[in-house]
């Protein structure tokens, strides 16, 4: 950024940037060693003063500011003291000296024409700049005030009722869903640090869009690096703390129950076999549909299962069960996904299914899922039992009321009517 002054000339105000009162300075002392020693040579000296002033249009609050090109500009209009000294030598008789500046002559209105368009130009281009900048300073505080409101909702009350009825996807009780992913004595310290790594670049980001707006002052610089600081700092942490757990993920393992239907099926009807009506819980967290249940004194998670169906390429039906886990090492997995308890059975023309899978008390998450695939033959109508909802088993439908479903083209198609 240029240094600038401020400077007196013909008893006018200007702030003058370094390089160019350096350039102003040299000029008017190569006129005062030209006219100094000459009779009325001080007048002469005033009288250019004057000029100089009028080409850089003072007399204006406040100050305006002289730049080098306006210097440079002043100099050709005026001519430089060597021109002066060259007309000095044909004058015949000093006392009728022929007056320095004319403000009839061409040359001077075109300097001041000049000096007067390039001042409106500077007007309109600061206008300009000034709107520019009040538009972008609107939005960033209009983008960073609503996302810093955004996240505190999602981040710290998505629990409430007002949050869960207007997001989509559903997610519910982050500290909940945080200490089943991670270690429980983590879960506050991430959060924390999560916070301020997101938090802190909305708020600068809302803090320069009211600056650009109301022409705020400067921050100081220790301000600046101690919030450059934290935000690292928080960034940081959060990587090492969640990478600490990715390798509790690393494997995965599955337990497979496949079983196929040979007697020729025309309906399928699905019934819940244990309901969510009989499970005891006091926590629930969700994500995109996927719901958990929690009884805090025994620490027992229960989950939703997810069903899938599917028209198969042959005539037969055939069911498939598939338990999931994970873990630091293959044999941890293969446990983990082995202690997941869900129970289901086939029965003629009814297939009964836990509405929720569940761990055993105490033990953690590990990445544990049921996923139940059903393959049934083109034609196959499928349908529900009284009161219950293929949605239970993370389904989705276009009609949530839907009963009545058949396969054709190899998915499952929505029928409508009883």
């Known amino acids: 950024?240029?240094?600038?002054?401020?400077?007196?000339?013909?008893?006018?105000?200007?702030?003058?940037?370094?390089?160019?009162?350096?350039?102003?300075?040299?000029?008017?002392?190569?006129?005062?060693?030209?006219?100094?020693?000459?009779?009325?040579?001080?007048?002469?000296?005033?009288?250019?003063?004057?000029?100089?002033?009028?080409?850089?249009?003072?007399?204006?609050?406040?100050?305006?500011?002289?730049?080098?090109?306006?210097?440079?500009?002043?100099?050709?209009?005026?001519?430089?003291?060597?021109?002066?000294?060259?007309?000095?030598?044909?004058?015949?008789?000093?006392?009728?000296?022929?007056?320095?500046?004319?403000?009839?002559?061409?040359?001077?209105?075109?300097?001041?024409?000049?000096?007067?368009?390039?001042?409106?130009?500077?007007?309109?281009?600061?206008?300009?700049?000034?709107?520019l900048a009040v538009l972008l300073g609107t939005m960033l505080t209009i983008f960073g005030f609503l996302s810093l409101f955004i996240f505190t909702l999602i981040f710290f009350f998505n629990h409430s009722p007002m949050v869960t009825g207007i997001m989509e996807p559903n997610l519910v009780n982050t500290p909940m869903l945080l200490e089943m992913v991670l270690n429980p004595p983590l879960v506050r310290p991430v959060l924390l640090l999560t916070a301020l790594a997101v938090l802190i670049p909305l708020a600068v980001m809302t803090y320069i869009g009211v600056k650009l707006i109301f022409r705020l002052g400067a921050i100081s610089k220790l301000v600046k690096v101690l919030v450059f600081v934290v935000w690292i700092a928080a960034v940081c942490g959060t990587v090492v703390l969640i990478s600490l757990q990715v390798s509790a993920y690393g494997h995965h393992a599955r337990v497979v129950e496949k079983v196929q239907v040979n007697a020729p099926l025309k309906t399928l009807w699905i019934a819940p076999l244990h309901k969510l009506s009989g499970v005891a819980f006091d926590d629930m967290a969700a994500v995109d549909g996927y719901t958990f249940r929690r009884q805090s004194a025994t620490g027992q998670l229960f989950g939703t299962a997810e069903l899938d169906i599917y028209g198969s390429d042959t005539s037969a039906a055939w069911i498939s069960v598939e338990k999931m886990g994970r873990s630091n090492s293959a044999e941890g997995a293969r446990s983990n996904a082995r202690k997941v308890d869900y129970h289901w059975k086939i029965s003629r023309d009814t297939l009964y299914l836990d509405e929720y899978f569940s761990l055993p008390a105490g033990a953690p998450w590990n990445g544990s899922s049921i996923d139940i695939d059903v393959w049934l033959p083109e034609g196959t109508m499928v349908r529900l039992v009284p009161g219950a909802v293929l949605s239970t088993w993370h389904v989705r439908c276009e009609d949530p009321a839907a009963t009545r479903f058949r396969i054709r083209a190899g998915s499952l198609e929505e029928l409508t009517g009883q």
């Open 1 to 131: 950024m240029k240094k600038t002054t401020s400077i007196h000339l013909a008893g006018q105000l200007f702030s003058i940037d370094e390089e160019a009162c350096r350039i102003l300075a040299d000029y008017l002392e190569h006129v005062a060693a030209r006219f100094r020693n000459e009779p009325g040579g001080e007048e002469t000296i005033t009288d250019i003063e004057t000029r100089i002033a009028e080409i850089f249009g003072g007399g204006q609050e406040p100050p305006l500011l002289v730049s080098r090109d306006m210097v440079q500009r002043m100099i050709e209009v005026m001519g430089a003291p060597e021109e002066y000294a060259a007309a000095a030598e044909g004058e015949v008789e000093p006392a009728e000296r022929k007056p320095l500046y004319d403000p009839r002559a061409l040359r001077a209105r075109a300097g001041k024409t000049l000096a007067g368009g390039w001042h409106v130009i500077r007007i309109l281009m600061a206008a300009l700049l000034r709107i």
